[in-house]
């Protein structure tokens, strides 16, 4: 049973837009939530993270909005820019212990 | 801070040849983790340690694949034999457990090509 399921596996945004990413879990023992980011070559990158004990979360242009009685959390990205360009994974798990990672969204920002 | 090291960055070797890989966690980390990415089936957890003991190694794919981890700064994953299939970026990753929001920090991984 695949832990978390994440939407799109591809985005493409114009310059200045928003990129939204989605992501659903099944368990609801999990308690930490990270993104990562990830460029060609090199690893996944901690993005930004939320605990399920507030609703949203905003580092900059990078907000995650989290929906705990839905089992949902998504990542918007404001005003996303040709370096923002790389593939997102999102994770659920327990700090210090397995994370379950979904499997990606490339996205695409055209200049 | 020095983060996750992983060597080499690169292999390509024959089937059937043994393949090693090596990881460095960041010091004072106790979990550490050995994950494999393809296009097809994305980031799989293949095994995971803490303080050095082997934890869950339920994703690890056949008896070919083996990993250690005989002290606190080192790991390996070793694949013997190695097969084509097995071609893939490997990742070790280390995080600090006993504390709140601690990620999992990810090393650039290792390519490995099995011809």
């Known amino acids: 049973q695949q832990q978390v399921k994440q939407s799109p596996q591809s985005l493409i945004v114009q310059k200045g837009g928003i990129s939204i990413i989605n992501c659903a879990y099944e368990?609801?023992?999990?308690?930490?939530f990270p993104w990562y980011q990830q460029f060609p070559g090199k690893g996944p990158a901690l993005l930004i993270a939320?605990?399920?004990?507030?609703s949203e979360k905003k580092e900059g242009r990078f907000t995650i909005s989290f929906n705990k009685s839905a089992k949902q959390f998504s990542l918007h990205i404001m005003d996303s820019q040709p370096g923002d360009s790389a593939t997102y994974f999102c994770?659920?798990?327990?700090?210090?212990?397995?994370?379950?990672f979904g499997t990606g969204t490339s996205l695409t920002v055209i200049p | 801070d020095a983060g996750v090291i992983q060597s080499p960055r690169h292999e390509v070797t024959e089937m059937g040849q043994e393949v090693t890989l090596r990881c460095k966690p960041i010091?004072?980390?106790?979990?550490l983790f050995w994950y494999r990415q393809t296009m097809m089936r994305g980031l799989e957890l293949l095994i995971y340690?803490?303080?050095?003991?082997?934890?869950?190694d339920s994703g690890m794919p056949e008896d070919r694949f083996s990993a250690k981890m005989p002290n606190a700064s080192f790991s390996t994953l070793k694949i013997q034999p190695s097969e084509p299939r097995d071609s893939a970026v490997y990742f070790c990753?280390?995080?600090?457990?006993?504390?709140?929001?601690?990620?999992?920090?990810f090393g650039d991984g290792t390519r490995l090509s099995i011809l």
């Open positions: 368990n609801t023992a999990f308690d930490y």
């Open positions: 340690f803490n303080n050095n003991v082997p934890i869950d």
């Open positions: 939320i605990r399920p004990d507030v």
């Open positions: 994770a659920a798990g327990n700090t210090g212990n397995q994370f379950y």
């Open positions: 990753a280390s995080s600090l457990a006993g504390a709140v929001n601690q990620p999992q920090h």
């Open positions: 010091s004072g980390h106790d979990y």
